[in-house]
């Protein structure tokens, strides 16, 4: 695969309140709370470094001063700030305000509060791997619900053979759940504002007054994670998270 198939810069998601995680989070931001030592943050910064990913824009909003002294020496990836003041712009209008510094490139996005455990080669690289522009909006790493940690939902998505996702609408239970990582294009926020609204919940899930520029819902495809997928929202989640990577 050459180097050029692999996005060289990703949105990662910093901004939020972490109210499950509290107490924890009444003094540090979620994205700084460790696992296994190490703040979530980096975990997902040193994923994206070792496949050669050159920018991270990270956004910034509840303890914004701590999140931005922490990465602000870093240098693979080199770190941008986008700082969300003075309201909060949630996951889709923190993207849409970011765009000037994501570029005009599909990128990849990714939260902090989710961890993941390769099996053989990285979840990024495979996420490039299937790629194709012409065909997908954005390509979604996907977890099984039934070997998910941390998580007790009912799913998110079943998956068509060619990988086309079908959106569980009906609150009925699904096989994957969305992993909080994906490869997705700009243009399609081209129609939305910089206003807080969620780009999985609002625009890649249910749509409501989100969508396309041409009126139609993103075109989806998934990508199913070969190893752990660890989701840490609550204090009682660490340690899971904690035992699953000693496992592997």
């Not at 969305?178 to 939305?192: D, L, R, T």
């Not at 919940?201 to 969508?211: A, E, G, H, V």
Request: net charge neutral.
């Amino acid at each position: 695969m050459p180097d050029n198939a692999i996005p060289k810069t990703a949105m990662v998601f910093a901004a939020g309140f972490g109210t499950r995680m509290r107490p924890i989070t009444d003094k540090i931001p979620k994205a700084l709370v460790k696992v296994h030592g190490k703040p979530m943050i980096d975990c997902a910064l040193d994923c994206l470094a070792e496949i050669g990913v050159a920018r991270a824009v990270v956004n910034t909003h509840y303890l914004a001063g701590q999140i931005e002294a922490h990465v602000s020496g870093r240098k693979h990836p080199k770190v941008i700030i986008s700082n969300e003041s003075p309201i909060i712009l949630e996951t889709g209008g923190g993207i849409v305000q970011a765009l000037p510094l994501l570029g005009n490139e599909p990128f990849y996005v990714t939260n902090t509060d989710t961890l993941w455990v390769d099996k053989g080669r990285p979840a990024l690289l495979r996420l490039a791997e299937m790629w194709n522009e012409k065909e997908m909006d954005a390509l979604l790493l996907l977890a099984r619900v039934e070997t998910a940690v941390g998580y007790d939902g009912k799913g998110d998505f079943n998956m068509l053979p060619d990988g086309i996702l079908q959106r569980n609408l009906n609150g009925g239970a699904c096989e994957f759940v969305y992993s909080g990582v994906m490869i997705i294009k700009p243009e399609i926020f081209k129609s939305c504002a910089a206003e807080p609204f969620s780009i999985f919940r609002d625009f890649l899930f249910k749509q409501k007054k989100y969508n396309n520029s041409d009126g139609s819902m993103p075109r989806l495809y998934g990508l199913p994670h070969e190893g752990k997928w660890l989701h840490v929202g609550t204090p009682d989640a660490i340690k899971l998270a904690e035992d699953a990577i000693n496992e592997n």
